[in-house]
Structures are given as C-alpha cells and as structure tokens.
C-alpha cells in the first residue's frame, strides 16, 4: 500500500495529536502513525492518570482530616485496585476521545511502528510502518476502529513526535516486580508497605505524595542538594517540610549506589556524606528522567542530527533535512505535555507559511500536583542573579490570606521575582493548595511584558488564593497589605 500524505505524524501522543489537528484545521492532507495508545504517555501513562490517583488520594486524605472541617466521617478506608481501576477509565476516556477528534478532523490513523526510509530531497519523504519491534511495556489499549495498517506510505511533510521512555540507571534496571518505573507505580497491584523513591523531579515527587497519602513508608533519595531541584530553592524548602511533616523521609546529597533484590522488596545501598546506609523497602520506583525515543527512526540513515539523544531541531521544529521536523519530548526539555501541544501548532503554521512566533522556553509553566502542590515559570531567585541580573524578590505566605484559612490551607507561599531596574516579571513561584490552577496568571503577566505596576493596579477578586499572588508582588516593593 502507498498513501501520499501532505504531513505525516509519527505518534499520536499530545505533541502528535495536536499537530494533527491543526494540520488538518489548514487543509492539509494529515495521517498519524502510532504503535501503542493513541494520546501518548501523557493521556495513557503520565499527566492525566497520575492526576487521577493523586485526586483519590487527595479525597482519602481530606476525609482522614473531616474532624478539622466540624464533620464527622468513619475513618476512611481504600481498596487499591478500585483506585486504579478509575485512574485507567479516565486514561481510556480521553484515549478514546483522541480516536473521536482525529476521526472529525478526517485524520487517518497508521497503527504501527514507523521508520524513516528516505529523505526528500525535493521529493516526498518515505516512511515504512510495521509491526512494533518491542511488545509495549504493559497491555497496550485497544487498537481504535478503522485504523490503517502496515505498509509504505510518502508525505511532503513528516514530524517525528515519539515522545520519551523512562530513562534506566545501569544495574539498576527496572524489571517489573520490585523495581518499578511509571508504567507499575501507576498500577500496583496492592499498597505497598515501603517504598523507595530515587529521583525528586516532578514524576518522583508526585508518586510519593500519593503513595504516602495513601500510608506507605516513604523514603526520596535525591542526589542533588534539594528536592524538586529545577523549582525555586525556597519553594522547594517550604514544600520539603511540608512532605516531612506527613511522614515523608527525604535523603538529599544522597546517591543510591546499588539495588539489591531480597525475598520480600529490596535493599538499597545508599551513599550520602561519605557514609553508607543500606534500606530495606518492598518497593523502589526509578524517577531519574526520561530519554527520547530517537531509536529505530532510521533518523540518522536518512541524515537526521541527534544531539545527546534527542533529535536537533529550530525554533520551528525543522530538522536540519529537509520534510523532517520533530516535536514534543523527543526534541527535548522541557518534557511537558503543553510545550509539546505548542511545538505541534508552531511547527504545522510554520510549514504552511504563517506567521508562527517560536516558543519561548523561559515562559513554560511547570507544575506538580503533590500535595502541596507546586508551580512555577520563568527563572528562579538564584538563576535571575546567575544571569547577572539585580532583582526585586516578594514574597506572599498562604498564612495571611482569608481564603486559605478558610479553605484549611494555611501551609504555603509565593514567591516573584522582578528586575530591579526595568520592573520585568522574571519569574514567579509557588507552592501550596491549587497553585497549579494559579500561574497561568503569571504566564499571561509574562507573556504579555506587564511590568510590577501593571500588576500592582490589577484587582484580584477576593476572596481567592490569588490575592497572594498580588500580594507578593506588592511585597517586592514594600507595599503588602496582608503580612
Ligand atoms: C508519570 C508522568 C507524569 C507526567 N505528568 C505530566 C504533567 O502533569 N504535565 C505535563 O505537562 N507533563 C507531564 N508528563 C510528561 C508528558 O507526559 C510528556 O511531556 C508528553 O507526553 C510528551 O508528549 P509527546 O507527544 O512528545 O510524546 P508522548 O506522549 O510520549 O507520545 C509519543 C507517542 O509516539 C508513539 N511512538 C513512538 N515511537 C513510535 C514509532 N516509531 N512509530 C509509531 N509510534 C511511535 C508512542 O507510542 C507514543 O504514543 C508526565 C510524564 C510522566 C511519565
């Protein structure tokens, strides 16, 4: 079979679909090629089944703490697999809704692994679909309805958007049982007991917000001198004592240097200040980052530059062959969901000749949806006086606003950070309830070059958690009202 395609995505996670469906919004001729779960790791196994197991714990963890609300609730109980059966139902909800909107838009659907066979070079590009060359990690979802199938297909265009995997220490390897990746923390088949934790970014951080919500014996080994190390210092201070206060034991400086499986988890010899310990926990999850999917593209027979594993591209998502372009994780940090969504818009407007402003990177929000939560965008305290710059800091404790004290929230900050001499926003940061749901303010602040006055004259409603967010910014002129 030989189908021409104007543009050729290969993978249907969010960076794919979304290119997809603006390709065929400006009438290009568009197909998808995907081997595994349409929605990619983001729909099927990261953002949006983590947010359903961190909402139940969320519930779980409200109802313990019913007595501090004047309500009485018996104490209140899980059964795991119930838990994670919902999480799967949201993930197959919104897998199934992808199939819906590539089927509206009239994109096609290729169900297979793809790989480059020839370049363009004034012609179309070649790409061969076939079956996968590895069985999927775990059970893939259901091939959706009217998909086509294997064979040799051309396009004018193809974007690479194969996302990421979990990236494997060596000896350390995850082998399903013990040593868990995402793919099993998102689907135990029981609680454990204890669980080790190694690596604090986002994934790690946020499986052990919910594993010890849910009651296990929680240790994060980090081997960099603060958790949640891409976020602020002091947001990350202040969401570390809070972690330690319910429980969680965070190492920090410390490197785990060998996984030893017994009869009932693992032991782990964990080096930190020159001294060694060794722990005994039924599980450890490997959180130590992801790593493009670059391989069996054929992406370098064809003359594709890979650059320390993931594909080199513009501020357009070109490659340096002509046709080829690449989006998403697999054209590298950061590894968000809606920086990928962009890259797909960006990269589809660019080939069909508007004007489509590149991304800029300093302006990506970054959450995570532990408890606290954890937001943030643009450069942080230190990073803004690394880059030379004389800065303005505010700061807004959850302490003194009404709506987290009503809300029981009282545990919490945010933080921003402006350039003392121009007044530009260079950052904002933020931890505590729903300050997820907050920054886009920010982002919007930031992208729209609004200057301290501008959001100094802003009137928030009240009462919100986002007077803090004015507040803070009153606080980096000496203007807070509320501390
Ligand atoms: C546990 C976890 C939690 C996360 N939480 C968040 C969050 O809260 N917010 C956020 O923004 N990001 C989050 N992320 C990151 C987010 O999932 C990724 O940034 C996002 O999925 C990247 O999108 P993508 O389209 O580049 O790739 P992916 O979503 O990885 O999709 C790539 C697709 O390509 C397919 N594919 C690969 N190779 C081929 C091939 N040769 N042929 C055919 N198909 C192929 C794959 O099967 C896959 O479906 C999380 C990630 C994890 C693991």
Redesign the pocket.
Same mark, same amino acid.
């Given at each position: 079979m030989t189908d021409t395609y104007d543009i050729l995505i290969?993978?249907?996670?969010? @960076?794919?679909y979304v290119a997809a469906i603006r390709a065929a919004q400006l009438g290009f001729k568009t197909a998808v090629?995907?081997?595994?779960? &349409?929605?990619?790791?983001?729909l099927?196994?990261?953002?949006i089944p983590?947010?359903a197991l961190l909402r139940s714990a969320e519930i779980y963890h409200y109802a313990e703490h019913a007595q501090n609300y004047g309500l009485e609730i018996a104490k209140p109980s899980f059964q795991m697999d119930a838990v994670v059966k919902r999480s799967r139902g949201v993930s197959a909800q919104l897998n199934g809704g992808v199939s819906m909107l590539m089927k509206k838009n009239k994109i096609d659907i290729i169900w297979?692994?793809?790989?480059l066979s020839k370049a363009g070079k004034g012609g179309p590009v070649e790409v061969t679909?076939g079956e996968p060359s590895k069985p999927a990690v775990l059970p893939q979802n259901p091939v959706p309805k009217g998909v086509l199938g294997h064979g040799a297909y051309k396009a004018k265009h193809v974007i690479v958007?194969? @996302?990421?995997r979990?990236r494997v220490l060596p000896g350390i390897e995850p082998d399903g049982d013990r040593i868990w990746t995402?793919f099993e923390a &998102?689907k135990p088949a029981a609680m454990p007991k204890s669980l080790i934790v190694m690596g604090s970014g986002?994934?790690g951080i946020?499986?052990a917000s919910f594993y010890r919500t849910m009651g296990a014996d929680v240790t994060v080994v980090e081997l960099l001198p603060q958790i949640l190390p891409v976020e602020d210092a002091e947001i990350a201070a202040v969401a570390r004592k809070q972690f330690e206060k319910q429980g969680m034991k965070i190492l920090i400086d410390a490197k785990v240097a060998k996984v030893a499986k017994t009869g009932s988890g693992v032991e782990v010899t964990i080096e930190q200040g020159g001294k060694t310990q060794v722990l005994s926990a039924e599980r450890l999850i490997s959180a130590v980052g992801?790593q493009g999917?670059t391989e069996?593209?054929n992406l370098e027979g064809v003359g594709v530059v890979i650059e320390r594993g993931l594909v080199k591209i513009d501020a357009y998502g070109r490659t340096n062959v002509e046709g080829v372009y690449a989006?998403?994780?697999?054209a590298g940090a950061p590894?968000?969901?809606?920086?990928?969504e962009h890259e797909g818009t960006i990269c589809v407007e660019k080939i069909k000749g508007l004007d489509a402003h590149p991304m800029k990177k300093t302006q990506i929000p970054g959450?995570t949806?532990c408890q606290p939560q954890i937001a943030s965008v643009g450069l942080t305290e230190a990073k803004a006086k690394e880059g030379g710059r004389e800065v303005k800091v505010g700061r807004f404790r959850f302490i003194g606003n009404g709506k987290a004290i009503a809300l029981g929230e009282p545990d919490g900050m945010v933080k921003t950070v402006f350039d003392a001499k121009t007044g530009e926003l260079l950052g904002a940061h933020m931890v505590g309830a729903e300050v997820t749901e907050l920054i886009h303010g920010f982002v919007i602040a930031m992208g729209l070059e609004t200057t301290e006055e501008d959001l100094m004259h802003t009137v928030f409603p009240h009462p919100t958690l986002s007077e803090m967010m004015h507040e803070s910014v009153l606080d980096a002129y000496g203007k807070v009202i509320h501390m």
């Open positions: 290969i993978g249907g996670g969010p @960076g794919g090629v995907e081997r595994e779960h &349409m929605g990619g790791i983001c099927n196994w990261g953002c983590t947010k297979g692994e793809a790989k679909v958007a194969t @996302g990421a979990p995402y &998102m986002a994934i946020e499986f992801v999917n069996g593209l989006i998403g994780d697999v590894m968000l969901a809606h920086k990928a959450c949806y």
